[in-house]
């Protein structure tokens, strides 16, 4: 047990209320209690552990992991459980999944035992105190891939300068999304030297398809949901608190509307704010049997977002037009989709930037959002430009995970090195004496 172990289990302690009330799995896994993995593959350059803590950071691995697999053996580590159930799906068959642990230190430790890493990539900024120390005493080199720093996540980190400088002096390096992001990654310590731009790999991570395509999925969701494909439908994804009554309010005439709220925990909300949805949860007995001058529906179910934008005439993302800080434009974009999105963005500043100059997306406030989606509407050319702009800047910005995989191989080739002439052993940092 050390300081840090101290300042936490007070913290714990006075957080208890609000962590039973989350429905949360896998706590013997939390502290650090999985089942130690076997040794990597033969023939490999080693194994690298990659730490995404939910959903968003799993899906920016879509990519990269192919690539590394090719050549190492790969472990992906998640925080959150909706995390670990994404990354079973996309990398269940591939690679390692487990549990990334609390930051105590005996936690840290356990967890380090039984994955036995050899290069550590967090991705986008997921940094602990304990584990970051730790990898360090085991001579474990520690990296950020795709790094991300919002200007409100510096502020925070800003208040802790002091000691947060100490523990990222100890990351070999951060490859980050862009100029904005390393400036913000160098004023809080990161050596100029030691912070790389490599782009996000969630341009590499999107699905670029035929903006007509409707897969099976999705053609079922209509015929239950009772959505009619002959009829413009607005699909709004990942919404949050007053979005759904503006778009209910300012969906023009005879355009269906489908509301996909972020947050489990808004779904009743959600319903409340468009009288007369049909929640996908809930759905008509029958098709047939939903009235007829229904055009309002509730996505609150999870995993089928990707699904309801295929269907779209004209995507809204949300948690732009409150005051949230934005949401992923990138894969409705892909998939060939119209996209508006909020003034409120700024946790994707970047990418909604690139879009723009592009012409690739739409951004408006809510006064005037009701005026862009009725032109839309009736502008099929504009969709049609608007769709081929967007793609041309998803493919001009991909190739940020290949970059991460050259940098990351190389780092195990290093490790790999430095091991074989100290005659340590490359996958726990233990003298094979």
């Not at 803590?53 to 909706?82: M, N, Q, W, Y």
């Not at 790999?201 to 053609?219: H, L, N, T, V, Y």
């Not at 967007?390 to 090195?417: T, V, W």
Request: net charge positive; charged share 20%.
């Amino acid at each position: 047990m050390n300081l840090l172990d101290l300042l936490y289990i007070p913290l714990a302690l006075a957080t208890s209320p609000w962590w039973a009330l989350k429905k949360r799995s896998g706590w013997r896994e939390r502290f650090g209690k999985i089942k130690t993995l076997p040794p990597p593959r033969a023939n490999t350059a080693g194994r690298v552990l990659l730490h995404a803590v939910s959903v968003g950071e799993v899906a920016a691995l879509r990519h990269l992991v192919p690539l590394l697999s090719e050549h190492a053996d790969v472990v992906i580590s998640a925080s959150t459980d909706t995390g670990i159930k994404r990354a079973r799906e996309l990398f269940g068959t591939s690679c390692h999944i487990v549990r990334y642990p609390l930051d105590f230190s005996w936690s840290v430790d356990r967890f380090l035992n039984a994955v036995k890493p050899d290069v550590v990539a967090l991705v986008e900024l997921e940094v602990w105190p304990n584990f970051v120390q730790a990898c360090t005493r085991r001579g474990l080199p520690v990296c950020i891939i795709n790094g991300r720093l919002s200007e409100r996540s510096a502020r925070g980190y800003t208040r802790i300068r002091g000691y947060f400088a100490g523990v990222l002096s100890h990351i070999r390096w951060a490859a980050v999304q862009d100029e904005p992001y390393a400036r913000r990654f160098i004023a809080l310590g990161i050596a100029p030297e030691a912070c790389l731009i490599t782009g996000s790999m969630k341009w590499d991570a999107a699905k670029i398809q035929d903006r007509e395509f409707i897969g099976p999925a999705a053609k079922a969701l209509a015929a239950e949901m009772g959505i009619d494909l002959a009829r413009p439908l607005i699909v709004a994804g990942s919404t949050g608190p007053g979005e759904e009554a503006l778009l209910h309010r300012v969906c023009p005439p005879g355009v269906q509307l489908l509301c996909a709220p972020r947050k489990v925990d808004r779904f009743d909300e959600a319903a409340a704010a468009m009288p007369g949805c049909i929640r996908r949860s809930k759905p008509p007995v029958a098709p047939a049997e939903a009235p007829a001058d229904n055009a309002r529906f509730l996505l609150d179910t999870i995993g089928e977002l990707s699904a309801v934008y295929s269907l779209a005439t004209v995507v809204v993302v949300g948690r732009s037009f409150g005051g949230l800080y934005g949401s992923d434009p990138i894969e409705p974009i892909a998939l060939g989709k119209p996209t508006v999105i909020g003034p409120s963005v700024s946790d994707f500043a970047g990418i909604v930037e690139v879009f723009q100059r592009g012409g690739g997306i739409v951004q408006t406030d809510a006064e005037k959002l009701k005026a862009q989606l009725a032109d839309l509407m009736v502008n099929r050319a504009r969709r049609e430009a608007m769709t081929l702009a967007g793609r041309a800047c998803i493919i001009a910005h991909q190739g940020a995970s290949e970059r991460h995989a050259q940098l990351l191989l190389k780092e195990m080739e290093k490790r790999r090195k430095s091991s074989t002439v100290s005659g340590t052993a490359g996958s726990n940092g233990q003298s094979r004496a």
